[in-house]
């Protein structure tokens, strides 16, 4: 690309960038320098050599990057909360109006996270919602926030028409078992002579979803009259009555494991009412444990609101303290989307899997149309949207444990009221991401359904990205972390997704050619913890490396001259050692991913480049064949050459 060539052309004539990019391109690189463990050897361990030092090097105070981004985001959060409103909002040169009904709700549920001592909530607060009916308790408990304990249910998007929302269900997914667990621990300390029911309950609810677990379930695509006849098990009506307040006239329901909802209702059916209602309030008292702070701090109760209270959050973080670096980023972030784009595009032309006409038609489409979202917040702008988004919560200034308990039940309200639009079609001016978690998201991320990446605000801070920064740190940390997200809508999963986020058979086509099948199999020679993930991993490196230095970069070739910043790394050697930086950290636990050391190592190892960028001897034995999914081979770049 043409910027390519006049960032080469300024290496060559020995370019210093601008003293404010030094700045921040210098605190980058003496961060480099120091996390690394010179006692090791890149061409062995990778991560270990560029991030083998980082405890020693910051005191052990963050776990890791996002901890330390994090804590700069909750400390400005803290501020402005604890803050004079009439002091902040006078700085603020927008059109329009601060929404401040939000902004009262979302002030009284930070002073009562804060300020009210009360930590446990009493169990015998749920007995309320004992029933005779074990579906309608199942929803009353999911009203306030419950998921996955006997079935999952969701709102979402049809699979075959992306503006379609229907409701999903299926069996619950294996994470939940952690909550399972806790509630097991939870009935040992408070239950004594129930043990043994409510534990034969959980063993039987097990032993059903080992029956029935599928990697690819057939989905069923319903009415509630379908339903009813296909699985009249259990009491729909009864269920969805209580979640919907009776607005199901054209609400359509996509069914998975449907004999995994048949034997259940069976089951259930025939277990004490007492036992199930003591088991769905064990698990949402696991629930509001952990949704809730462990330690309630003004920074943990920040990041409890981010997980629960999506937009308002944003919203503030956005208007008050993000807005002075707003439309920088955002043009920066879109030309290292573009150029990304436009590489891949590169690939597409090189077509290595051989594809047919219409299937790269197909992928070009996804490519040219797939966006950048920086913030998950709508389009929708209004003070008055704003103001009455949150208008059904009545938050308390002084009770945490009910806010929590509201926002729950908040969450769940919001969910499921684009079924009672007409048509349950969405209005994508006010969509945002507002999901099931308990912690929020800090890293971007991609939704097939919207064939968008969406970078969080809080992502946006130095070590992770600085708008001053040199380009080889913007496009080797935030260039591969949205290549990442570019590339999982081409892996195994995403490729079944069209442009408009509807799943298509040209999708499956191309997943099922021999080419695609072989980069498959290629990538799953080392264990993964997940494949779709390893995939976007390693064509999220080379699209990234590729993008900065080129298609036809030969690292043999290449002619360096120092950085302004830098003198003893070459540019591809820092821009690897820059990649890591991304993953340095104490190793957490496996969470989606694979851990942080192996997503480096086997990464490079799956760059052609990356051996002879830091001069690596040949191995002693053979290695395995590099793994390759869209990016052109060797001879086809040469060819091209």
Known sequence: MEWCVLLCSFLLLGFVPIQADVDQSTLAALQIHKNLNRSQEACTNFWNYACGNYSAADGAKYVDNFELVEDLYAQAMVEFMEGDLELVDSDVQLNEGPALRLL?????????????????????????????????????????????????????????????????????????????????????????????????????????????????????????ADLEQKIPQINWQAYFHELLSGHLNGVLFEVSDVDYLRELGQQLGNTNRSTINLYLRLRLTVLLKQTGPARRSPNTCIHHMRALLPLGMNYLYNRYVYKNRNLVDNIQLLEIFESLKGMFGKYLEANRLQLSPAQLSYVREKLSTMKLKVGNLPEETSPAFYDSHYES?????????????????????????????????????????????????TSPFYENERNTITVPLIFLHFPLFDHRQHSIFQYSLMGGVLAHELSHAFEHEGILFDADGNESPVGLQIRDTKAFQNAIKCAAQTPAVSLKERLADLNGLQLAYDTFFGLDHNSQLYTYRPYAFESEFQAPQLFHLSYAQFFCGILPPVLG??????????????????????????????SPPVCELWRPTASSILVSA
């Open 593 to 622: 991913h694979d851990r942080d050391d192996v997503r480096v190592n086997v990464n490079v190892a799956n760059l052609r480049q990356f051996s002879l960028d830091f001069k690596c001897p040949p191995p002693a034995v053979q």
């Open 393 to 441: 919560a009545n938050f308390s200034d002084s009770h945490h444990l009910s806010n929590v308990l509201e926002a729950l039940s908040l969450r769940t309200r919001l969910q499921h009221d684009v079924l009672r639009l007409p048509h349950s079609r969405l209005d994508l001016r006010r969509y945002y991401v507002n999901d099931d978690v308990v912690k929020a998201r």
């Open 104 to 224: 009262a709700q979302m002030r009284a549920y930070y002073n009562a996270c804060t300020n009210d001592s009360q930590t446990d909530w009493p169990e015998e607060d749920f007995r309320l919602l004992e029933s005779n009916d074990w579906a309608l308790e199942t929803a009353k408990f999911r009203r306030h926030g419950l998921n996955a304990v006997f079935f999952d249910e969701r709102v979402d998007v049809a699979y075959n028409d992306s503006l379609r929302s229907v409701v999903q269900l299926k069996m619950p997914d294996p994470s939940s078992s952690y909550s399972e667990r806790c509630a097991l621990q939870l009935l040992k300390l408070n239950h004594s002579g129930s043990e043994a029911e409510v534990s034969r309950l959980v063993d039987q609810l097990r032993q059903l979803e080992a029956k029935h677990r599928q990697e690819e379930p057939l989905v069923q695509s319903w009415t509630l």
